[in-house]
């Protein structure tokens, strides 16, 4: 017989309180609180790192009945520095699971809020907005867990992409692929990796502040930048890097942070979002062919733009919106073959519409050999 675990709190730096049970540390976890709407993939989100610095209100009303396995992970260990559910189930039943999801958070020390009003949480930060919050042991928050929360940092202003990037270079893929693809580490997810593997490229994957020239001595046939975490406008080094290499004729595709970037790199300006896209739902219009596409999405932050243009970059087109909100999606440089998308082609978890943009970067590789 399982005990029950103790009671634990959410409190949200405006005060509100919400009330369950703590499976995992019991210390005050301190993080930005964000929802996703995902119904599976749920260990996909936890190992993404675009989640770094943040605790993961799932929507979904039970969370872990698949339970864990060896092959859908994003990187090497959960990200996120809290997770909030309805319900973690108590049990899992699925052929690919090697574990249940309770013990790995457990293991990796992941604080797990069980049994929230996540509907009542969820409504509450569409309408407030994201904000600060604190996980904690018993039901009402200690001075030392008030603290805590006071000193949490906010997501503005904060590069967390130097933070996960990978120190060292590493390679991807077979030696012999026929193209070579540099990609910039912001907090790089596996399946774009794994990706671009299948679309027969090698990836040299090198740490976000390496500069420009170091890249191209690499002799790429294409530069990628990834998605990460925290705030685009904080990661200061990248804007410049990415200018240079764009004044090559490299192709660039960029994903998420890697698309912030690159409109960054061309004068346009990111905000951040009242409560940002998290999901496997997100509805996108491909302005180029009409068609609209049902994407995954993981982000807080946008480029300022509308159908009517970029704001600020004059150089970049619009290829992209969200038909929820009007935001921008993606981009393209209007001379040169970079361009990006908001959302997560690679999916990991969500549906595959927009995996053919692999194929685009792949022919801007192609013609640049011709
Ligand atoms: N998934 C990502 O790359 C997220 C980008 C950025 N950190 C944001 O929140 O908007």
């Keep these: 017989m399982s005990t029950l675990p103790p009671k634990?709190?959410?409190?949200?730096?405006?005060?509100?309180?919400?009330?369950?049970?703590?499976?995992?540390?019991?210390?005050?976890?301190?993080?930005?609180?964000?929802?996703?709407?995902?119904?599976?993939?749920y260990q996909e989100v936890f190992t993404d790192p675009s989640y770094r610095g943040q605790t993961v209100v799932l929507t979904a009303p039970q969370i872990g009945n698949y339970g864990v396995n060896t092959e859908d992970p994003e990187s090497a260990k959960p990200q996120v520095a809290g997770v909030v559910v309805r319900e973690l189930s108590p049990t899992y039943s699925n052929w690919r699971a090697t574990g249940g999801l309770r013990e790995w958070l457990e293991e990796h020390q992941v604080?797990?809020?069980?049994?929230?009003?996540?509907?009542?949480?969820?409504?509450?930060?569409?309408?407030?907005?994201?904000?600060?919050?604190?996980?904690?042991?018993?039901?009402?928050?200690?001075?030392?867990?008030?603290?805590v929360l006071e000193g949490c940092p906010s997501m503005e202003g904060l590069d967390l992409a130097t933070v996960v990037s990978t120190r060292e270079v590493y390679s991807w893929g077979k030696p012999d692929a026929t193209y070579h693809v540099v990609a910039y580490d912001y907090g790089i997810k596996r399946?774009?990796?794994r990706l671009f593997e299948a679309h027969d490229c090698r990836v040299t994957v090198v740490p976000s502040d390496t500069p420009a020239d170091r890249v191209l001595a690499m002799n790429p046939d294409g530069v990628f930048l990834s998605n990460g975490p925290g705030d685009p406008d904080a990661v200061i080094y990248a804007p410049a890097a990415i200018r240079e290499i764009a004044a090559t004729k490299t192709?660039?595709?960029?994903?998420?942070?890697?698309?912030?970037?690159?409109?960054?790199?061309?004068?346009?300006?990111?905000?951040?979002?009242?409560?940002?896209?998290?999901?496997?739902?997100?509805?996108?219009?491909?302005?180029?062919?009409g068609k609209v596409l049902i994407t995954s999405q993981n982000h807080g932050f946008a480029v300022v733009g509308s159908v009517e243009g970029v704001e600020g970059a004059p150089d970049l087109a619009i290829t992209h919106v969200n038909l929820n909100d009007g935001t921008v999606e993606g981009l393209r440089h209007r001379t040169l073959p970079i361009f990006a998308v908001q959302y997560h082609p690679e999916a990991a978890p969500g549906p595959h519409d927009a995996?053919?943009?692999?194929?685009?970067?792949?022919?801007?590789?192609r013609n640049r050999r011709q």
């Design 111 to 147: 604080p797990v809020l069980t049994e929230v009003d996540t509907r009542r949480l969820t409504k509450h930060l569409r309408s407030a907005g994201v904000m600060r919050g604190v996980i904690g042991v018993g039901d009402t928050p200690s001075r030392e867990a008030l603290a």
């Design 251 to 289: 192709p660039m595709f960029g994903i998420c942070l890697g698309h912030q970037l690159i409109g960054l790199s061309f004068g346009a300006r990111t905000e951040k979002m009242p409560f940002g896209h998290r999901g496997g739902n997100q509805p996108v219009k491909d302005l180029e062919t």
């Design 355 to 365: 995996v053919p943009l692999f194929d685009r970067f792949l022919e801007a590789l």
């Design 8 to 41: 634990g709190f959410l409190l949200l730096e405006d005060g509100t309180l919400f009330l369950g049970r703590l499976v995992g540390p019991t210390a005050p976890t301190v993080a930005e609180v964000v929802f996703t709407t995902n119904m599976t993939g």
């Design 191 to 193: 399946n774009i990796l």
